[in-house]
């Protein structure tokens, strides 16, 4: 049979799909030339977004369709592979476009299909964070990459992926872009947020609020860590705001040149007045140990907040930063919480040496 002039793709939804993973791929593939089929379960729903910034019908559904009418199948992730994986019918137009050599790629949450179809065992392959431990159940070596590839499997962990994901995906289909030059793979690029943009994904507008948002949360930090080692009186616990200080003053370094690389100004506009003004009349009769909750929860707190902005922009660059900083913050925290749990168990104070934290794994 001779090869097909242009290239189908497969690329499924179900209702809460991640917006962006959806669709930057779905974008890129037709501007590339190739058909695109959006396959659902039934083809007389509106499917809706997570974001509320994708509302579309499928094209036809996974019970009629054929594997071997594809050239790829993509899996978006989301809420919406949780969906994939109870519909029999997907899972099995999955395990078949699998089976027969096609090109499968999945992000995010996608492998939870891979994982239902029964396909991963001795793959190399990656996804969200929190599926993990159930990609390497299923049989995967997981690898904490932005992109693998193992044959015709292309896995991706989070919408920062999105882009490098879908270039990958246009490449192996030996597709072109017009007036498009996409930066090779592995190599070190920090505007794959202008692809992303131009095919669906952040703007720069949101990826530069994202950053000043984060600014404004580690300024406000350094701010009440510095005035925590003023008012701690046992050295190990004034000793340990110190350095929690100072590694705030390099998240603001790192934060402010991913901001200028992107193009964007600090809005020196916004600020916590009304906060502060509660954290200074707080501080006024607070002992070691009060002072320790209070930045327990900051770091708390910070770490929900990094992981959040982590998983929200296309911008790979950016959210390596973010990746940073909850490092970080998780390390800090627990050194903070074993302190707190010296002073509140009676135990003798140990000091609090640093620790590395637990890798970032995606998302």
Avoid at 77 to 105: C, H, I, S, Y
Avoid at 131 to 148: C, H, P, S, T, W
Avoid at 225 to 232: D, R, T, W
């Amino acid at each position: 049979m001779a090869e097909r002039t242009t290239k189908k793709v497969a690329i499924l939804i179900e209702q809460h799909v991640e917006d962006s993973e959806f669709q930057i791929p779905y974008t890129a593939l037709q501007r590339a030339g190739a058909e695109v089929t959006v396959l659902g379960s039934r083809v007389n729903e509106t499917y809706a977004g997570k974001q509320a910034k994708v509302s579309i019908k499928a094209d036809a559904t996974t019970t009629e369709a054929r594997a071997s009418d594809f050239d790829a199948v993509v899996i978006p992730g989301g809420m919406a592979p949780d969906k994939m994986r109870t519909n029999m019918k997907t899972v099995r137009f999955v395990r078949d476009a699998v089976e027969q050599g096609k090109l499968v790629a999945a992000v995010c949450h996608g492998p939870q299909v891979l994982i239902e179809a029964d396909v991963l065992r001795g793959r190399r392959a990656t996804g969200f964070r929190a599926i993990r431990k159930d990609m390497q159940n299923a049989g995967a070596d997981f690898q904490n990459e932005a992109l693998v590839v193992d044959g015709q499997l292309l896995t991706s962990r989070r919408p920062s992926d999105v882009p490098v994901f879908t270039a990958a995906i246009i490449r192996r289909l030996g597709l072109e872009l017009k007036d498009v030059s996409l930066p090779e793979e592995g190599v070190a690029y920090d505007d794959w947020w202008q692809l992303a943009e131009e095919w669906g994904g952040s703007t720069k507008d949101e990826i530069v609020d994202g950053l000043n948002t984060a600014i404004r949360g580690e300024r406000y930090a350094l701010s009440a860590f510095e005035h925590y080692a003023m008012k701690a009186t046992a050295p190990d616990i004034k000793s340990l705001f110190n350095e929690i200080a100072a590694s705030k003053q390099q998240h603001i370094a790192l934060l402010e040149a991913r901001l200028a690389a992107v193009g964007g100004k600090e809005d020196l506009q916004a600020g916590g007045a009304g906060a502060w003004a509660t954290l200074k009349s707080w501080l006024q009769s607070s002992d070691d140990v009060a002072l320790l909750r209070r930045a327990l929860g900051d770091l708390q707190t910070g770490v929900v907040d990094a992981f959040n902005l982590t998983n929200k922009f296309t911008d790979p660059a950016t959210a390596a930063v973010f990746d940073q900083i909850e490092i970080d913050l998780a390390a800090n925290e627990q050194r903070v919480a074993d302190l707190l749990h010296a002073r509140t168990s009676g135990e003798e104070s140990k000091p609090a040496t640093p620790s590395t934290g637990a890798a970032v794994s995606g998302a």
